[in-house]
């Protein structure tokens, strides 16, 4: 223990104490990372039956350390300290933090995020301005064994990031990372690091999920369509502090009832259409044209989430963004209100409502030794 948490364990009762009293015991980066290991070590501890958490001084717990909120400079840098030592790759801290955690699906639309990437990329080389915003894109999630497909963008987003790498120019403004063997540990240093957290799955598809709360309840600001939990997160944090885009679910269903040819679309938008034609060529993997063909001909021959559809939209809310970054102010309100606003979707509201309407269990008090 380095001193944010002491352990007693006396006749099967562990007894975990939260010891940052000046702080009132707020949650800390360091102190969760502590309390997930201990709690890890005391899972697997056959002689513990009971654990109780309890706080030092005044108080047991104030909520997290609202410090280290909102992409907060020491969390990017924990981040990329982080991201250095496990991966070899430095980040810059003063960047816009672009995050997207997710498990890697065609519906969750990793695609967009790459190819809106490819753009700016593509832009830069051949000269037009993108907004002189340092970027990092950082991607984490997991795929199915056997979904090829979800492999493949695995693929294409580390072949992105390597022509990036290599891109003198390119590299000032703009870095890509995929953060492997996501887990709780990870999530602990992506979520308080994030600017911007991407909600991007196609309007319809998604059925809840609680990614959105993490990182709003962080202070990161949402980039995201109207699916899902965005749809209760937007209402709860206001419009104007949530970046929408995209079709709704009932847009979605009416394109595809109408015959959705993203060929069609395709030729009458040369510039994404090269896009397509860079990664088909094989720009992001060292030549090899058969690599992400399947990729390729699942947007060009049926888009069927509307990666396609939707591109044009994701890339003025990502203006959007970059305008809002320029204006520390404004960012800096709307993170904060993101925090504030959050609370309804917090565990404790959560817990507390389903003990009260549907457990009907009344709280019991705990009397603490000593």
């Not at 006396?10 to 010891?19: H, K, R, W, Y």
């Not at 498990?103 to 037009?128: F, P, S, T």
């Not at 598809?205 to 937007?234: H, I, P, W, Y």
């Not at 419009?239 to 847009?251: N, S």
């Amino acid at each position: 223990m380095s001193g944010l948490l002491s352990l007693e364990l006396e006749d099967g009762v562990a007894l975990v104490t939260l010891q940052r009293p000046e702080k009132r015991n707020a949650l800390s980066i360091d102190l969760r990372l502590e309390l997930a290991d201990a709690f890890g070590r005391l899972a697997d501890d056959a002689a513990v039956g009971c654990v109780v958490l309890t706080g030092a001084g005044g108080a047991f717990c104030s909520g997290m350390d609202t410090t280290q909120f909102g992409g907060d400079r020491a969390n990017k840098e924990r981040l990329a300290a982080y991201v250095k030592r496990e991966l070899g790759i430095t980040l810059d801290p003063s960047s816009l933090f672009d995050v997207q955690v997710k498990r890697i699906h065609e519906y969750k639309r990793q695609l967009l995020n790459l190819l809106h990437v490819i753009l700016l990329w593509d832009r830069l080389r051949r000269g037009e301005p993108i907004g002189e915003v340092p970027r990092t894109f950082l991607f984490a999630g997991k795929a199915a064994p056997g979904y090829w497909l979800a492999k493949l963008i695995i693929r294409l987003i580390h072949g992105v990031a390597e022509v990036i790498d290599r891109d003198a120019r390119a590299r000032q403004l703009l870095r890509v990372v995929f953060v492997p063997d996501f887990n709780v540990k990870v999530a602990e240093r992506l979520y308080p690091a994030a600017d911007l957290s991407e909600q991007i799955s196609t309007a319809g598809m998604e059925a809840s999920g609680t990614g959105n709360m993490k990182f709003a309840l962080n202070g990161a600001l949402t980039l995201g369509t109207l699916d899902g939990a965005n749809v209760d997160l937007r209402e709860a944090v206001g419009p104007e502090h949530f970046f929408l885009f995209g079709m709704t679910a009932d847009e979605a269903a009416a394109l595809r009832r109408h015959g959705y040819r993203p060929g069609v679309l395709l030729g009458a938008d040369p510039e994404l259409a090269g896009l397509l034609e860079l990664i088909a060529n094989g720009v992001f993997s060292r030549g090899d044209r058969g690599l992400y063909a399947p990729l390729v001909r699942s947007l060009a021959d049926g888009d069927p989430y509307l990666v396609l559809a939707d591109f044009r939209a994701y890339v003025a809310a990502q203006s959007e963004v970059v305008a809002a970054w320029r204006d520390p102010e404004r960012w800096t309100r709307s993170s904060i209100l993101n925090v504030a606003r959050a609370g309804p979707f917090s565990s404790d509201r959560a817990i507390a409502e389903y003990a009260e309407r549907i457990w009907r269990v009344p709280p019991v008090e705990v009397q603490m030794p000593g």
